[in-house]
């Protein structure tokens, strides 16, 4: 059973080997424990070189030592660094003189992060949005990220809460002295209408999540059409590498292949399925069984037909976001009958077609603050309906009750009510280091 008040170490950089191994010690034996690996420390948050030695005296490595007595540190505890030679022998025997000292345990995952928020230094929100900083892969889940790490998200939803502590105080003050001269009656017309215009804003966050979902997750683009359409060469062609299998016969591809794509900071994640046609072969049943799950879920989709086709597969595909494509510009020469002409063999028409898709991208997202988890969601979702109800109400001590539980829904999101069941679900997602 783990206790918060051991003092924990892991290692907090990259795989090994690398350049340089950044090993963190959190807790209140963290300060005697360096002095002990590596003598008198440097000056607070300043760095020293020193020589790390073993209980029986032994060079283990010289590191670069930096120290954050609590509170003042990224837990809130006394905090030490050490930065050594990154290969696996020195971290090796660094975790094996820790491990021998009583007091002393490896951390488990996000345990560091976890005793951040326990301590005050972040906000669930901002634990949240640590998590997805240290996953992002593109400029755009950076900086969405960082909109909830550095407390934007947090600061929005404590000025909403905050909004509702003031209404609830106005409207409660009204209650209990309804009778004294000094209290104005007429509190609550101020009230609602504040009320009712928290209301819109909650709701246009609420209908923001789309966008932030898009970002963290990516763009779920399908490439859909009959057999033999040139839905894997596109798929090739898109990621300038073999991905798929291309040949003349029709059915090649039996199971969804996807790849993600960079496009210009946005994660763009294309999916190519099997050719949708009737067809006797039950593998090739269940491909197109999958394909058409695909497209149900997809964001946008590529209906590939070949240019001048008279296929008897081709199938309407009922979604407002469909791009009609014709394939093979090269063999046909361009066609009015759809959206954009293509050839995946010559690259015409491929600019033109990421143009597009970059533009929904840009559509979805401007940068502004969304909701991007379930939990989120949920919670604002929760705080609507209380707002609304309240605003519907009749009876003033319900409608004050209304108030109060959804600025509870409110705090929840950020951790300030009644979280503890979700502690574990956030904070296993870290790797062991934070």
Known sequence: MTRSDDTIFALSSGTLPAGVAVVRLSGPLALKVASSLAGDLPTHRRTGLRTIRNRNGLVIDKAVVVSFPGPHSFTGEDCVELHLHGSRAVVSAIYEELAAIPGLRLAEAGEFSRRAFENGKLDLVEVEGLADLIAAETEMQRRLAIEQSFGKQSALYMAWAERLTRARALIEAELDFADEDDVPGAVSDRVWADMAELLLEIEGHIAAAKSGEIIRDGYKVVIAGPPNAGKSSLLNALAKREVAIVTEIAGTTRDILHVD???????????????????????????????????????????????????????????????????????????????????????????????????????????????????????????????????????????????????????????????????????SQFCIGK
């Open 261 to 427: 794509i960079d496009m210009e900071g946005y994660l763009v994640r294309f999916f190519d399925t099997a050719g949708l046609r009737e067809s006797e072969d039950r593998v090739e049943q269940e491909g197109v069984r999958r394909a058409k799950v695909a497209i149900e879920q997809a964001d946008m989709i590529l209906q590939l037909l070949e240019i001048n086709s008279d296929s008897k597969h081709i199938a309407d595909i009922a979604s407002p976001n469909v791009l009609r494509i014709g394939s093979k510009l090269d063999q046909h020469g361009p066609s009015p009958d759809y959206d954009l002409c293509i050839s995946s063999r010559t690259g015409e028409g491929l600019e033109e077609l990421r143009a597009r898709i970059l533009a929904e991208l840009r559509n979805a997202w401007s940068g502004s603050l969304v909701p991007n988890r379930l939990r989120h969601i949920q919670y604002l979702k929760e705080a609507s309906n209380s707002i609304a109800e309240a605003l519907n109400g009749t009876e003033l001590d319900i409608r004050a009750e209304n108030l109060r539980a959804a600025a509870s829904s409110l705090g929840r999101i950020t951790g300030r009510v009644d979280v503890e069941q979700l502690l574990d679900v956030i904070f």
